[in-house]
């Protein structure tokens, strides 16, 4: 039975990675690492925490002698480093917590794998390791830095390589805003205080791979969206704010460009690299999914007023009349300092190598989400108001 230390398994992309692996795999067991910062929602993880497979343990990444204790209780085979400070624009009023968390953090969850995975030494002085184990560093396309948008209106995507076509399988009207994309190539060149401490993570990752001949991974996906969004990043907060009538933020001119992934296809490449990724690689995941921040919003705003005129018993949800939902409540404000202008991710080494590719179409996913967060009201409430620290404390405070 493989054993997997999963940190920030109470966030957006790790709890959603941690129900994946549930549902796909009886034989495992989990031990999830979290700090439950704002971002942190035990609430996300209610039902698995209850699951005989899983291990909450409430720490900080930072912290050695926690880790270390973990790494001695189980024989843990296989890390997934998802916790982190995660919010660009929080980033930009903190950076100091980011290089703490996604720096300092990285490089101790690395250096008590080692510890608790190292055998001896080979004969040039190299760390040997038990076999089977892995550490694998949830990275960001965000290290690569910015792309040009060299098309104002997007262009047709052509896509040569019969084997990377199973990336886009079954959907049309492919397009690109621009001619260049990142490959696992691609020189680093971080813009925010966020992209730049992912950054330095990887390079401690990496430096531990060369100089440690450590096994480690490392994935650097494009914008995740899915369940159990934080409604701080773009489509959850858009989706709030619509629902409750209020005016919806768009930096600048809402045309920077990102390339979204539904969260449940990360997971599955995660899986996949952790099983059939080579030793020390990098893979980049992403779905050729390229989109301006405006149009987001605008696709969101008509797919929340069809499911209300189709469905009308989702009204009750709405804070304000069906009819104010509409273009109106965009609004336009100050530019984010230093934004990126696009990110699009080449993930053609995952898929030929790996046979990954993205499952959900966009506007399949963009529905999904949306009906998930018509349904789970309650869940955004709690998670907007603070509200899980108390149901953390009703939980654990007495166990
Ligand atoms: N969200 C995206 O679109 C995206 C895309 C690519 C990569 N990533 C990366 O994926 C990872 C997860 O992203 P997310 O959006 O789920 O983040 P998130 O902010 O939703 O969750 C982060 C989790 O980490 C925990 N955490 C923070 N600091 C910690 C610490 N010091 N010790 C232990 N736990 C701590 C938080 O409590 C929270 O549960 C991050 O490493 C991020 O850089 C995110």
Known sequence: MKKYLVTG?????GANFVKYMLSKYDDIFIVILDKLTYAGNLGTIKNEIE??????VLGDICDKEAVSEIFAKYDIDYVVNFAAESHVDRSITNPQLFLETNILGTQNMLECAKQSWMTGKDASGYPTYKQGKKYLQVSTDEVYGSLTKDYEEPVELEIADEEVKVVVKGRDNLKTYGDSYFTEDTPLDPRSPYSASKTGADLIVRAYSETYKMPINITRCSNNYGPYHFPEKLIPLIIKNILEGKKLPVYGKGENVRDWLYVEDHAKAIDMVLNKG??????????????????IVKLIIDTITRIMNEEPSYRSVLKVP????????????GDRLGHDMRYAIDPSK????????????????????IRWNLENQQWVE??????????????????
């Open 9 to 13: 398994a109470a966030g957006f992309i």
């Open 51 to 56: 699951d005989k497979r899983v291990e909450f």
């Open 278 to 295: 080579r030793e020390g690689e990098v893979y980049n995941i992403g779905g050729f999914n390229e989109e301006t921040n405006i149009n």
């Open 322 to 333: 069906v009819e104010m939902i509409n273009y109106d409540l965009i609004t336009y404000v």
């Open 350 to 369: 995952t898929a030929k190598e790996l046979g990954w590719y993205p499952e959900t179409p966009f506007t399949e996913g963009i529905e999904k989400t």
């Open 382 to 399: 709690e998670v907007a108001s603070g509200d899980y620290q108390k149901y953390y404390e009703s939980m654990y405070k007495n166990r």
